[in-house]
């Protein structure tokens, strides 16, 4: 799958690739697309992490669209996710074992011997079916597990590599005394979750160290009280992480997990975030990929350093290594999480990352999407006008439509806006506003002469900024930019209300 998207890539631009993402050219599966955000739960990051989804097959697919339990994990085996963003465009994130060393592994629902389920779960009949555990597969074996990731936006069949911005393990089955799982990659670690089911503090040890001779990062979760406590840590990729473009930027982690019984770990992805338009879909899908997330500190300090070149030490896999801190009796009380951290913007609220297409007909499918709502720069006093007169506005050709936007930028910044007031379903240039706006101020004037063309009923507006040096790809409507936000809104053309002498007249009639 991978070598064929590559060598592609590689061959040259507008070759067909796929249909969508891991399908052949005629649009037919060649993989199944199991891995996804949970449905529901006690979990904070429930729209931010997508959770990696094992053990089914292109067989099994429509059975289990979430993963199946209990099968033995390969080298090769893959997890797929894809998110589908309009105008035939599809965001594609595929996660693959690499290596598996030291015993065997299978794949595993997070339930009875866990409390990750009741954080992040997928429930159908009261049944959690997200199968986002790996576990060893034989009591007693410590297993290494090397995976890979990568992403690419298939844009009309046009393959773009863009960069997986982080990596989460969660705990997914009670640890033990001497139990432990790993995760080590070229990042920074912070815990950002802790749940914990017990009436009182119980032992889990959560450790982060790190190998100055490879410079990779480990956490591991360890010597806990075989209780009701799971945490979750995340980590954001270094630069130095990310291989290659032409190989979608793909970047490894490894992970160790030790059970005298059985132990178990879930692995999830922050995906590109991805912010789009609202407004019907003949106006095209806008997409405007930017950075999502910032992660606060844990202000765990890291333990123990390591300058070994052996994997089994600087993978933080021998148990007798000091230093753990308990956090068993914090449940949730912890400093490290999750915000928001869109810096180009418009209005007060930056974007939120969306999950897929929000076409509709008020325009409103991306207000109603993440709190608070994130199109917000359009200005109220410009939602509503009265097809002729109005107290202060109308929408008569030769008047102005003179709205003032709100923005936040931090690099020198353009907004491109249109109004569809011929009503012809499409964004053309003669309806454009184009506006430089500079850092330091967070404000600007757009002004547009109504034409004559006008129709008189409701239609809608598109504002995107981005980046100044963006401006001939923002000046399209429906394009792809990395940065910026867009809004879409819905302005409403009042008409007269036609009275009918009876019915006013209803109530003075004897
Ligand atoms: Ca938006
Ligand atoms: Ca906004
Ligand atoms: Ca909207
Ligand atoms: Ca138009």
Request: include cysteine.
């Amino acid at each position: 799958m991978k070598n064929l998207v590559t060598s592609l890539f590689v061959l040259g631009m507008g070759i067909t690739t796929y249909a969508q993402c891991f399908t052949n050219t005629k649009g037919e599966r060649t993989l199944p697309v199991t891995a996804t955000f949970s449905t529901a739960g006690e979990g904070l990051y429930k729209d931010k992490i997508l959770w990696l989804t094992w053990g089914t097959s292109l067989k099994n697919y429509s059975q289990n669209p979430f993963g199946t339990k209990d099968i033995q994990l390969n080298v090769g085996d893959t997890s797929n996710a894809e998110i589908v963003l309009g105008d035939n465009r599809y965001l594609c994130v595929q996660a693959k074992i690499t290596s598996i060393s030291g015993g065997s592994i299978q794949s595993d629902i997070p339930n009875d011997y866990s409390i990750l389920d009741e954080m992040y779960n997928v429930k159908v009949n009261g049944n959690n079916i997200l199968t986002n555990a790996i576990s060893n597969r034989v009591k007693g074996e410590k297993v290494t597990i090397n995976f890979s990731v990568e992403s690419y936006l298939l844009d009309n069949k046009i393959v773009q590599p863009i960069k997986i911005p982080g990596l989460v393990l969660a705990d997914a089955e009670q640890i033990n005394a001497s139990e432990f799982i790993t995760m080590t990659a070229d990042g920074e670690w912070n815990l950002i979750e802790l749940l914990n089911k017990e009436s009182a503090g119980v032992n889990y040890h959560y450790n982060k160290s790190y190998n100055s001779k490879n410079k990779l990062s480990t956490v591991r979760f360890d010597s806990g009280s075989d209780k009701k406590i799971a945490g979750v840590s995340i980590l954001m990729f270094n630069e130095t992480a990310y291989g290659r473009k032409q190989d979608n930027y793909k970047t490894t982690f490894y992970s160790t997990l030790y059970g005298t019984g059985l132990s178990a770990l879930a692995v999830g992805i922050i995906p590109p975030s991805v912010d789009m338009g609202d407004a019907p879909e003949k106006y095209g899908s806008p997409i405007h990929l930017f950075d999502g997330i910032k992660v606060l500190a844990d202000s765990k300090s890291i333990k123990y350093e390591s300058k070994d070149n052996d994997q089994s030490k600087f993978n933080n896999t021998n148990s007798s290594l000091s230093g753990s801190t308990n956090i068993g009796g914090l449940n949730n009380k912890i400093s490290g999480k999750i915000i928001k951290a869109a810096s180009n913007y418009l209005g007060k609220v930056g974007p939120d990352a969306d999950h897929g297409t929000q076409f509709s007909h008020l325009a409103d499918g991306d207000d109603v999407v993440g709190t608070p709502n994130d199109e917000d720069a359009w200005p109220d006093k410009w939602k509503r006008f009265s097809y002729k007169t109005i107290k202060g506005s109308n929408y008569l050709p030769e008047m102005k439509i003179d709205a003032t936007i709100e923005y936040n930028v931090t690099v020198p910044s353009v907004i491109v806006g249109w109004v569809d007031f011929n009503l012809n379903g499409v964004f053309e240039d003669s309806e454009r506003v184009i506006r430089e706006v500079p850092t330091g101020s967070s404000s600007a004037q757009m002004v547009w002469t109504i034409p004559q063309t006008r129709k008189p009923y409701s239609t809608y507006v598109r504002l995107r900024i981005g980046k100044k040096a963006d401006l001939e790809i923002l000046k399209d409507p429906s394009s792809v930019v990395y940065g910026g936000e867009v809004e879409d809104h819905r302005i409403n053309i009042m008409l007269n209300s036609v009275s009918n002498p009876a019915l006013l007249n209803h109530g003075y009639i004897k």
